[in-house]
Every structure is written in C-alpha cells, then in structure tokens.
C-alpha cells in the first residue's frame, strides 16, 4: 500500500504569512493527489484536487503542486478562517490514502 | 444542492453488528463513485470503502471480509453492514461522493459509532 506522510505535522503561523505543506507518496502516484482541510466537528472540504487544480469556490491564495511522490499545498497570505488540519490524499489501485495530517495554529 | 446525511450510528458492543446509511439527495447515487471515510476521535482521516458506479466495491485492509458496502437505487441511498466489530472501528463515519480520481468533493456531516463494552 502506498504511504502518504505530511510536513510538518504541525505548523504555527500568523496571519498574512505564507506557507508550504509537504506531502510525500512512498511510490509515484502521477498528479493523483488531492488536498482537504477539516475544521474542529467538520467534515473535511476539498481544496485541490489532480495535484494542482482548485475546487471551485476555493480562494485563490490556495495553490497545489507537484507529481510523482512529491506534492505541496501552499497558502499564499495567511486568514484566520485558515487555521485547520490539512490533509492530503492519494487514489492508486482502488484503494485510497490520507497523510496523517497538518494541523496549522494561529501563532 | 447535493446533500448527503448519515445516520445509523451508535453505542454497540464488541463483536456486534451496525448498518449505517447515507440519504443523498442532489445526485444519483447509483452514477456517482461514493465511498465511507471514518476518523476516530482526535485522530486523522481513514479511508474505509468505495463503491463504484459500476458496481464493483473495493475495501480498506483493517475491514476486509467485516464490512460490506450497497446501495438501494430506489432510495439512492448508500450503506454500510458493520459486523464484527471492534473497539478500533469506533469513529465517526462519513460518507462522500467521489469525482472519479479520488477527488471527494461532497460529504455528509457524519455518524458516530462507538464500539465498547
């Protein structure tokens, strides 16, 4: 089974900052990956989806990019509707797998 | 508006069996990839079953051969037969239509099972 592991597992940040979130596939997944972020008692919501593409609705300070087994999901400047959990996700061979997650704290 | 709600969740001892389901609204279930994610408390995202449009359904390791996934057409409503169940399977379950390359763009607002004596 592929294995996805998130950088770092938590980040503290502030408000206007910009900032990176690595995910990191144990075998090539091509631009199968998907980015999502989860409030506290929400379900998660979809961001990015093919590595790089932005769900509609989604702010443009969201931006996705990578393929093979590196990916990144950056936030350019930092709101405060922006502190969450981040997770990626991958599809290969019918079976799905999220990173363990990012969680990102208001500094 | 697409919709999914889940429910069929609850306290269950260990060993026994739930179904929980997910009415959707909005979309054909039937047409649509749509799968069950699970997170247990305080803990990340795990993925749990899809079920294809086609019919062909596909399992995560830790419930193979314990739970099964269907889906009623007339109802288009999706299901999940939990048997044998296990403290680890406690969680709250969500279920979420699938774009088709793993894009999980619509989910429910989730059902909590908890597996204890």
């Known amino acids: 089974d592929i294995q996805l592991t998130q950088s770092p597992s938590f980040l503290s940040a502030s408000v206007g900052d910009r900032v990176t979130i690595t995910c990191r596939a144990s075998?090539?997944?091509?631009?199968?990956l998907a980015w999502y972020q989860q409030k506290p008692g929400k379900a998660p919501r979809l961001l990015i989806y093919?590595?790089?593409t932005l769900q509609s609705g989604v702010p443009s300070r969201f931006s996705g990019s990578g393929s093979g087994t590196e990916f990144t999901l950056t936030i350019s400047s930092l709101q405060p509707e922006d502190f969450a959990t981040y997770y990626c996700?991958?599809?290969?061979?019918?079976?799905?797998?999220f990173g363990q997650g990012t969680k990102l704290e208001i500094k | 508006e697409v919709q999914l709600v889940e429910s069929g969740g609850g306290l269950i001892q260990p060993g026994g069996s739930l179904r929980l389901s997910c009415a959707v609204s909005?979309?054909?279930?039937?047409?649509?990839?749509m799968n069950w994610v699970r997170q247990a408390p305080g803990k990340g995202l795990e993925w749990v079953s899809v079920?294809?449009?086609?019919?062909?359904?596909f399992y995560a390791d830790s419930v193979k051969g314990r739970f099964t996934i269907s889906r009623d057409n007339s109802k288009n409503t999706l299901y999940l037969q939990m048997n044998s169940l296990r403290a680890e399977d406690t969680a709250i379950y969500y279920c979420?239509?699938?774009?088709?390359?793993?894009?999980?763009?619509?989910w429910g607002q989730g059902t909590l099972v908890t597996v204890s004596s």
């Open positions: 979420a239509r699938d774009l088709g390359q793993g894009e999980f763009d619509c």
């Open positions: 909005g979309i054909i279930v039937s047409s649509n990839y």
């Open positions: 079920l294809y449009a086609g019919g062909s359904t």
């Open positions: 075998q090539g997944i091509s631009s199968y």
């Open positions: 093919a590595a790089s």
């Open positions: 996700q991958q599809l290969n061979s019918y079976s799905y797998t």
